[in-house]
């Protein structure tokens, strides 16, 4: 039972981000959700004794994904409906 706990705290914390990076307006705020939840997926993967999986995961999802889409908004509005 206690080696469960660090995997269920971190399924709860990907609910969370999940659920605030729909719930977020800021898309800046959204994709560091969404970054997050990333990260959460790479330590998933990490203590489910996959670490070649987690460090790609850590390095693309959660690194290169992120930057490209902060990125982006740069070049657009960063709030939903805005236009540039």
């Known amino acids: 039972m206690i080696e469960q706990v660090p ?20 898309l800046l705020a959204a994709i560091l959700a ?8 790479s330590l998933e993967f990490y203590i489910l004794q996959a670490p070649d999986v987690a460090i790609s995961q850590a390095a693309i ?16 509005g960063r709030f939903e409906g805005e236009s540039s």
């Not at 399924?11 to 659920?19: E, F, K, P, Q, R």
């Not at 969404?34 to 997926?41: Q, T």
């Not at 999802?61 to 657009?76: D, Y």
């Open 7 to 26: 995997q269920i705290l971190v399924l709860i914390g990907l609910i969370i981000s999940a659920v605030l990076t729909f719930h977020f307006k800021d």
């Open 34 to 41: 969404a970054g997050l939840f990333s990260f959460l997926i």
């Open 61 to 76: 999802g959660a690194g290169l994904t992120t930057a490209i889409f902060i990125i982006a908004i740069r070049a657009t």
